[in-house]
T-cell receptor
Framework: DAGVIQSPRHEVTEMGQEVTLRCKPI?????LFWYRQTMMRGLELLIY????????DSGMPEDRFSAKMPNASFSTLKIQPSEPRDSAVYFC????????????FGPGTRLTVT | AQSVTQLGSHVSVSEGALVLLRCNYS??????LFWYVQYPNQGLQLLLK??????LVKGINGFEAEFKKSETSFHLTKPSAHMSDAAEYFC?????????????FGAGTRLFVKA
């Protein structure tokens, strides 16, 4: 079975540009999580969805960040406008109600904002 | 609020030696506890988890961890290290009240294995 798929794997952009990160969860999973990993702050939960509905977005750093899940097989994390401090690895993870304790992570998107 | 402290950002062991990675947690309610492993340029992979029941939990790749409520600890061990165990390890805690959905991760411990 395919795991969690993220695209792109690497993104380099200039400050002020819009960035869109994409995630395809594992088929059948009804929970989707977005995390950010940096050396300074470690792994932080940004937002999570259940059945395509955002449940907790308290980790979203500011209004420049937004996330959507238009259907069960696709989610986006958008940063507009991007800033150098947004440089990080962004992970998407999914899980199912029956195995909520087991989150399956994608390979991540390494974002560099210059 | 919940928190996780991993003692030692780097641990180095010789191949064949015992691996011990330390994790202490803070939680006002009985927690769910996890260990994840991250290999270079990859996402995190669940090694093992404690939810209820037996306090000694066995995971993949020969790892195990013991939940000690009195010590608020959940240390990860492996009797004999392999070169392939070199990776970063994360301890994590979830709140039972939220059904375990919101997971707090520790800062991570990078394990080096010497030949």
């Amino acid at each position: 079975d395919a795991g969690v798929i993220q695209s792109p794997r690497h993104e380099v952009t200039e400050m002020g540009q819009e960035v869109t990160l994409r995630c395809k969860p594992i088929s059948g999973h009804d929970y989707l999580f977005w995390y950010r990993q940096t050396m300074m702050r470690g792994l932080e939960l940004l937002i999570y969805f259940n059945n395509n509905v955002p449940i907790d977005d308290s980790g979203m750093p500011e209004d420049r960040f937004s996330a959507k899940m238009p259907n069960a097989s696709f989610s986006t994390l958008k940063i507009q406008p991007s800033e150098p401090r947004d440089s990080a690895v962004y992970f998407c993870a999914s899980s199912s109600t029956g195995q909520i304790y087991e989150q399956y992570f994608g390979p991540g998107t390494r974002l560099t904002v210059t | 609020a919940q928190s996780v402290t991993q003692l030692g950002s780097h641990v180095s062991v010789s191949e064949g030696a015992l691996v011990l990675l330390r994790c202490n947690y803070s939680s006002s309610v009985p927690p769910y506890l996890f260990w994840y492993v991250q290999y270079p340029n990859q996402g995190l992979q669940l090694l093992l988890k404690y939810t209820t029941g037996a306090t000694l939990v066995k995971g993949i790749n020969g790892f195990e961890a013991e939940f000690k409520k009195s010590e608020t600890s959940f240390h990860l061990t492996k009797p004999s290290a392999h070169m392939s165990d070199a990776a970063e390890y994360f301890c994590a805690v979830s709140d039972r009240r939220t059904g375990g959905f919101k997971t707090i991760f520790g800062a991570g411990t990078r394990l080096f294995v010497k030949a």
